[in-house]
Every structure is written in structure tokens, then in C-alpha cells.
């Protein structure tokens, strides 16, 4: 390989850098009636998935243009699923302005929803 | 929203609209959630509580420090709220129903005299670590009052001030790090979550409230497949009693697990990887921690090329400095500085990153070195590092150097380029405060008050802060600059990079300035991260080649 760092072609590190963003992220996982729960950026921003514990396809919760808080910048949680109510708190972002001024779950009153 | 997904509705929207909210706790049983909510407007903070079934919403205190909800007893009849002046001075209060407080630890701001010194009490609050017990009649916590790098404490609701040391029996770990979290699962299991040197490691206890002991049960993370790198999440699921995990490595993405209740291995959930590069052409790092001019021990990774690259020679060097300024560098793939420090590696460059005075990680005396110091002493750290650490390591060529880093790491940049210009070609500047006078105007209302002690008050310490602004030497950079920005970060506002951009440029130096449009205090979307890292290593490399 090349000796020095301008004999790399820029191609090359285009390739390199999107090789290495291919990785996406897998975080903050919660168990809920054998669901995995998690925040990832599988569709290239922060959104809520859930998929058999066992395995399988993740599949979005969120739709596509709804982000979650970057949870380097927050305290607590992104999210909280919680089975007994059928309804899962989620703290949303608006392009990284940080105006979480709407924490979304139901509007007023919740039930409880009968459990399998 | 429902569990099978959907469009997200407004929840109480008439207690969090206009305001900025994090969710820090839910008891699912109860249905119970803990905001810390922020005024836009006020320097004030808000602790309530939401009854999810109910929709009933309570207030349980405001303070400019937070009145954030620490613990709260297992049937919600009594809560402790905490006040954080600065990292680790943390107080501990139970609003008393009549609008006052019935302090439990830790004396006032307000009732505090000058002259004399009050104990710092070194409870985190960033991660919920404290916690009433099953009894009712306590709160188990984290506390730096028996270790500077935290420890178990106990704090009886009846006689208060007073907080008991609790031990910790069976722990596998050794090495240098600091107690990080202490996570409720069930009734008296908790899992003990530490920070060893950025390495975590977690265990399942059970704590017997009556002789103050955790003892652990089970190691959750730390050995096998879990070893060597930084945890993202662990959650306990009672119903089945199972922990889901997300962890990574410098050099494997976070990847998701499950351990089963007596498992003895890690199930993997995911195969997340870097498509495309072998994982030996990644650098794992080597510790290159240093003694620094005062003699303190400073750690640092030095992140090389692969030699499977075949670089030969001397590397040129990219200084990497964390953000915070209280916060850690750690082998983690998950965030930003990771990808960019593999991807430098792989086009040559030594990646030098330190882990400078006032870092958390290390106890609580070494983060609060920063404390009223702001590009002091930690700034002499990274100039120790460049002039007598580094040129004795034949694999770096520091005459090919430049520096990087993110929000504080960016005011570090701008302070290491324009007060030590001889030591650079180059610098990044990723949203880093230039002018801390108009930093600290224009940060949001809630920050002014931690910031006016943290950093120091713009106005009684205001010759202080000029001079530890970028913008008073600013003049004598000398090296190429690149400044990036996202337009919507409400913590350095993109004003405060544009008066920098404009400011060199009116001096006729040389400065290129990207800025994300729907990008805040970080660059997040993945074709803005792609421009990012791709500016960002095309710059070093015009520039160190």
C-alpha cells in the first residue's frame, strides 16, 4: 500500500468513510413481551424499531421524518415502552434543535390494555 | 403512541408545550414517569411527574439548580429532588406539600458562607443512580463521600444528613475507573454499572437494606463477548427475566444481546459491521497515558494504522480532543469521534486522543479540575503532550500536526491553535464556543445559572472569561481553519461560529466554514456525516501531507 497519506486516491477514502458509516447503531434496548425495543439509525437518523426477541426484520415504529433526541446530549431516557398501557413515550427532535416540547405517548387519559 | 407504532400524539401537551422536557424515569408498574422540565424563557427548572393511566400531572418543585426527581419510594408517597450547582455538588431535598423543602443532604447555595468549605456530595445525576428501596425507608445512591471514584451510600428518609457507606461483595474488575451507575431491575436487584478506564463493566446485585451490603449475583457485562468496551443500554424485562444489552467496541459497531436469566452466554441479536474493510485494517488503540506538567497522570489512547495498511514511516498526527469538557473519550464505535478516527487511521495519520484534566471517568477531583479553569491547566496538558510526550514516540511525526475537536474540544482547538500556533498545520473547529462572553449570553436561560459557577459569571468574572476566550488571541492563528456548524445547535449557536469565520476572514486568514442546515449540536444524519468526515479528513490531509 501507499507510503504516505497523498498517495491515497480520494476515491479510496470516500469508500473507506462510507464503509465505515455502514455500520448502523444499535442502542438502548428494552424487553417488553418477548419484543426487543430499540433506538437505530438503520434508516440514517435516530428512530424507534422493534423485532421478535428471537430475531427477525426490525420494523419501524416511527414514521420517516420523526427523529428521536440524541441521547448524547440528553438526560434519561429516549423512550419507554410500556406493555400494560399498550403505549410506548417516546421523546421526539426536531433537527437537532432541542426543542422537546412534546413528549409523545396519548393525548390525556390512557387505559390499560388487557394482557395476553 | 401504541406498541405496534404510529404517529406519535402530544402528551399533556399543555404542561410540556413551550417548554423542554427529558424523560428520566419510568416505573412501569405504577405507570409513573419523572420529567426534568426546562423553562425557554426563565433560568428555571421543573421536577414533575406524569400518572400515565391518569393523566394527572404534579409539579414537585422548581430551582434554577433543577429540582430534578432523584428517588421516589416504591408507592410514589415520597420523593427526593436534587439540585446540581456544580459536578458533584449535588443537594438532596423532599418537597415538604406546602411549597417549601425539608433538606435531606447537603447544604443550599443560598445558606452557604464564603469562607467556608462544604462537602461534595459527587451523586450523579446525568443517569438515574439513586434509588428508594423496597423498605421505603431509604434512598441507595452513588456518592464520592467514601471514594473519589464513587460508591454505593445509603441515606436513612429519617435522619437526614447523614449517608451511610454501602460495600460491594464479589466485583471482577480491577484497574483504574469509577462507579457509574446504579440501575434499579426489581424489589432489592440492582445492577452496578462501572466505568474502568472507558471500559464498562456491570453486575447484577441484591442488596440487604439492613446490613448495607450489594452483593453481586451474576457478571453482566465486562468478560467474554462483553469485554472491552462501552455499554448502551441495559435493560431488565421482570416478566421474563431477561437483560437486553447494546454494546460496541472501538473497532465492532454496537450490536444488540440478550442474556437469559442463568445463561452463561451472550445471545447476539445483530450482525452489525463496517462493510467492506477487514476488521484488521482497523486500529484497536494502545494506552499512552502520560505524567503532564504537574505531574498528574493524564490517560490518552494512541490510535496507529493497521501495519497491514503498510504505511511506513513516521505518521503525521491528528490531536483529538473530547467535548464536555466533563465527559470521556472512550472505545466506543457508536459515536462520532470513533468512525472518524478509524477512517484517519486508514488514510495514515496517528490519532492522539487524550483524556485531559477534567474528564470524567477518573473521580471526582480529576473532573473538577476544570471547574472555573476553562483552557488552564487542562490546555497545558495537551501542549505537555505535543512538546514532551509525543516527539519521543518515533511512530508520530509531530512536525505534521493537527488538532480536532467538538464543542468544548472546539474551544480547546481554537485555544491550542491561536495560543500555541507553532504546534499546528491545521485545525477543525466543530461547534466550539470563540467568545465566552457571548457564549455565555447566548446558551439557553437554564444553563446560565450552572455555567456562571462551572465557567464563571460574565459579568463578576468577566476579565477572567475574556481572557480565556479564543477571541482574545485569536489573531496569532497561523494555521489553515475549518469551522463546522449545525444551524439549528442551541448550545453554541451558529452566531458564535460565524462571528469567528468573520472575524479571521476580515484578517485575511484562511478559513473554510460548513454548516448543516437540520443539524444541532452534533452532525447526525447520514449523508451530512458522510460530508462531515469526508471535509474533515480531505482537510488534514491537504494540510499534514
Known sequence: MAGTVVDTAAGLTAKRIESLLSARLFLEPQLADDRLYFVSSLSGHLSLYAMDAAGGVPEPLLPPQIALQNPKLVDGHLFHVLPALGRIVVMIDRDGDENYDQPGAARGRLSRAARP | ?545
Open chain 2, 1 to 545: 403512541m401504541p406498541l405496534e407504532g404510529g404517529f406519535p400524539e402530544p402528551l399533556v401537551p399543555e404542561t410540556f408545550q413551550g417548554r423542554r422536557s427529558h424523560l428520566l424515569d419510568v416505573d412501569l408498574e405504577a405507570a409513573m414517569a419523572y420529567f426534568s422540565v426546562e423553562s425557554r424563557e426563565d433560568p428555571i427548572r421543573f421536577g414533575v411527574r406524569v400518572d400515565l393511566e391518569s393523566g394527572t400531572v404534579e409539579t414537585l418543585g422548581q430551582s434554577p439548580y433543577g429540582a430534578y426527581p432523584a428517588a421516589w419510594s416504591p408507592d410514589h408517597s415520597r420523593v427526593v429532588l436534587a439540585d446540581l450547582y456544580t459536578r458533584g455538588d449535588v443537594v438532596l431535598y423532599e418537597p415538604d406539600g406546602e411549597g417549601g423543602r425539608r433538606m435531606l443532604f447537603g447544604t443550599p447555595i443560598e445558606e452557604r458562607e464564603q469562607s467556608a468549605e462544604y462537602p461534595l456530595s459527587g451523586i450523579p445525576l446525568d443517569v438515574p443512580s439513586s434509588h428508594g428501596t423496597r423498605s421505603g425507608k431509604g434512598v441507595v445512591l452513588i456518592t464520592s463521600l467514601f471514594a473519589d471514584t464513587g460508591a454505593p451510600g445509603y441515606l436513612d428518609l429519617e435522619r437526614p444528613g447523614e449517608i451511610e457507606p454501602v460495600s460491594v461483595d464479589g466485583l471482577a474488575h480491577d484497574g483504574a475507573g469509577e462507579l457509574e451507575r446504579l440501575q434499579h431491575l426489581e424489589d432489592d436487584r440492582y445492577a452496578v454499572v462501572y466505568n474502568m478506564d472507558g471500559c464498562s463493566w456491570a453486575y447484577e446485585t441484591r442488596f440487604d437494606e439492613a446490613s448495607r451490603l450489594l452483593k453481586v449475583e451474576r457478571v453482566l457485562v465486562g468478560e467474554g463477548e462483553l469485554a472491552g468496551g462501552v455499554l448502551h443500554g441495559l435493560h431488565f424485562d421482570e416478566a421474563s427475566g431477561r437483560y437486553a444489552v447494546a454494546f460496541c467496541t472501538a473497532t465492532d459497531p454496537t450490536q444488540l444481546y440478550l442474556l437469559e436469566p442463568d445463561g452463561k452466554r451472550a445471545a447476539r441479536r445483530t450482525r452489525e459491521r463496517v462493510l467492506g474493510l477487514a476488521p484488521g485494517l482497523l486500529s484497536s488503540g494502545e494506552d499512552v497515558s502520560f505524567e503532564s506538567h504537574d505531574g498528574l497522570r493524564v490517560s490518552a489512547r494512541l490510535y496507529l494504522p493497521s501495519p497491514e495498511l503498510g504505511y511506513e514511516g513516521a505518521r503525521p498526527l491528528v490531536y483529538y480532543v473530547h467535548g464536555g469538557p466533563q465527559s470521556q473519550e472512550r472505545p466506543d464505535f457508536a459515536w462520532f469521534s470513533m468512525p472518524l478516527i478509524q477512517i484517519l487511521t486508514l488514510e495514515g495519520f496517528a490519532v492522539f486522543v487524550p483524556n485531559a484534566r477534567g474528564s470524567s471517568g477518573y473521580g471526582l477531583d480529576y473532573v473538577k479540575r476544570v471547574d472555573r479553569d476553562w483552557g488552564g491547566l487542562d490546555r497545558l496538558d495537551h501542549v505537555h503532550a505535543m512538546t514532551e510526550v509525543l516527539p519521543k514516540d518515533e511512530r508520530v511525526d509531530v512536525s505534521h500536526a493537527g488538532v480536532v475537536g467538538r464543542s468544548y474540544g472546539g474551544y480547546m482547538t481554537l485555544m491550542l491553535a491561536s495560543r500555541h500556533p507553532e504546534l499546528w498545520r491545521a485545525a477543525v473547529d466543530m461547534f466550539g464556543p470563540y467568545d465566552l462572553i457571548t457564549f455565555s449570553e447566548r446558551i439557553p436561560e437554564t444553563w446560565k445559572p450552572y455555567f456562571a459557577l462551572a465557567l464563571g459569571d460574565p459579568e463578576r468574572d468577566r476579565d477572567f472569561i475574556v481572557e480565556r476566550s479564543p477571541r482574545t488571541a485569536i489573531t496569532d492563528i497561523s494555521c489553515p481553519l475549518l469551522v463546522i456548524q449545525g444551524q439549528n445547535d442551541p448550545r453554541v449557536v451558529e452566531q458564535e461560529s460565524r462571528d469567528l469565520v468573520e472575524g479571521l476572514r476580515g484578517l485575511g486568514k484562511d478559513v473554510d466554514y460548513l454548516v448543516f442546515e437540520d443539524e444541532g449540536h452534533d452532525v447526525l444524519k447520514l449523508p451530512n456525516r458522510v460530508r462531515c468526515y469526508e471535509r474533515i479528513v480531505g482537510f488534514f490531509s491537504e494540510h499534514l501531507a
